[in-house]
């Protein structure tokens, strides 16, 4: 076969996840409310790909909306290439303040998304323990949540995220509340198990650093309404690891970031 046949018959990459033109607009009575400016965005195939933008500029609406939680005010969304109008189940979801059902056990949690898809009981309960298993929380699937740290508990309702759907995950600002060691190993947690997973994310955070620290590409957003106003490859090495962030590149593009964001808000 030669190379322009090769290409040919090379099907064109489907993306995870094609946002094209979204925007937003909350109705409050008479007040409208503009939280979202026409948006375009991509996530490829394994793409790990991060939002970071002024608090209140409208990151967790557009979540909703990929999610299918909310509806847009215009534009479409296609998720595997296709634009269906009920997108409940094509992305696992980890909302910002993810709750953990405290009167369930660890496993049951992760099970979760299971039940709501009346998966049969002994089949989610026996994938809950393989993922449990997997990613290192199988001693703590019959303990309650109350009796976790804040890290594990991010970590169970992460499981019971991937759980629901492996394939793309929406998780918003999961490490926000986590100390700056805690969060570091949740960070790498995450990348493992993106990796292994093979997994599209998009994921959003306020810090530069763990944006840089995960992302295969960083969008940055404006002040609400939120529209793109850069977007930054981070061509660090993989697997990632700490030491990246301290390479004259990564320094560089730490301070690019910091710029746009503060100009953004006007600092
Ligand atoms: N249901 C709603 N009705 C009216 N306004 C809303 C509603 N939900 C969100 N908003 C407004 O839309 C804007 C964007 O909110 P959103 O939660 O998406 O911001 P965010 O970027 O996720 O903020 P943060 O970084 O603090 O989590 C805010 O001004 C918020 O008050
Ligand atoms: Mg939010």
Request: with cysteine; proline share 4%; net charge negative.
């Given at each position: 076969?030669d190379?322009?046949?090769?290409?040919?018959?090379?099907p064109p990459?489907?993306?995870?996840?094609?946002?094209?033109?979204?925007?937003?607009?909350?109705?409050?009575?008479t007040r409208?409310?503009?939280?979202?400016?026409?948006i375009?965005?991509?996530v490829a195939?394994g793409?790990?790909?991060t939002?970071?933008?002024?608090?209140g500029?409208?990151?967790?609406?557009?979540?909703?909306?990929?999610?299918?939680?909310?509806?847009?005010?215009?534009?479409?969304?296609?998720?595997?290439?296709h634009?269906?109008v009920?997108?409940?189940?094509?992305?696992?979801?980890?909302?910002q303040?993810?709750?953990?059902l405290?009167?369930?056990?660890?496993?049951?949690n992760?099970?979760?998304?299971l039940?709501?898809r009346?998966v049969?009981?002994?089949q989610?309960q026996?994938?809950?323990q393989?993922?449990?298993?997997?990613?290192?929380?199988?001693e703590?699937?019959?303990?309650?949540p109350?009796?976790?740290?804040?890290?594990?508990?991010q970590?169970?309702?992460?499981?019971?995220t991937?759980l629901?759907?492996?394939s793309?995950?929406?998780?918003?600002?999961p490490?926000?509340?986590?100390d700056?060691?805690?969060?570091?190993?949740l960070?790498?947690?995450?990348l493992?198990?993106?990796?292994?997973?093979?997994a599209?994310?998009?994921?959003?955070t306020h810090?530069?650093?763990?944006?840089?620290?995960?992302?295969?590409?960083?969008?940055?957003?404006?002040?609400?309404?939120?529209?793109?106003?850069r977007?930054?490859?981070?061509?660090?090495?993989?697997?990632?690891?700490?030491?990246?962030?301290?390479?004259?590149?990564s320094?560089?593009?730490?301070?690019?970031?910091?710029?746009?964001?503060?100009?953004?808000?006007g600092?």
């Open positions: 076969m190379s322009q046949q090769a290409i040919l018959e090379t990459q489907v993306p995870k996840l094609a946002v094209c033109g979204i925007s937003k607009v909350y109705r409050d009575g409208h409310v503009p939280a979202l400016d026409p375009d965005l991509t195939q793409e790990f790909v939002l970071i933008g002024p608090s500029c409208g990151k967790s609406t557009l979540f909703n909306i990929i999610a299918g939680v909310d509806e847009a005010s215009e534009g479409s969304i296609t998720i595997d290439g634009s269906n009920t997108r409940a189940g094509q992305c696992g979801y980890m909302l303040q993810p709750l953990l405290s009167w369930r056990t660890v496993e049951e992760v099970m979760l998304g039940d709501v009346h049969p009981h002994k989610a026996q994938a809950a393989e993922l449990l298993k997997r990613f290192g929380l199988a703590f699937a019959q303990s309650y109350t009796t976790l740290s804040g890290g594990m508990r970590r169970v309702a992460l499981l019971r991937v629901f759907n492996s793309f995950l929406l998780l918003d600002e490490f926000g509340a986590l700056a060691l805690t969060r570091f190993s960070q790498m947690w995450l493992e198990l993106w990796q292994t997973l093979q599209s994310v998009l994921f959003i810090d530069v650093r763990e944006a840089m620290l995960l992302s295969d590409r960083v969008y940055v957003l404006s002040a609400r309404p939120a529209h793109v106003l977007v930054i490859n981070i061509d660090l090495p993989r697997p990632r690891k700490q030491e990246h962030l301290a390479l004259p590149a320094l560089l593009l730490e301070q690019e970031l910091l710029h746009v964001l503060m100009k953004e808000q600092l």
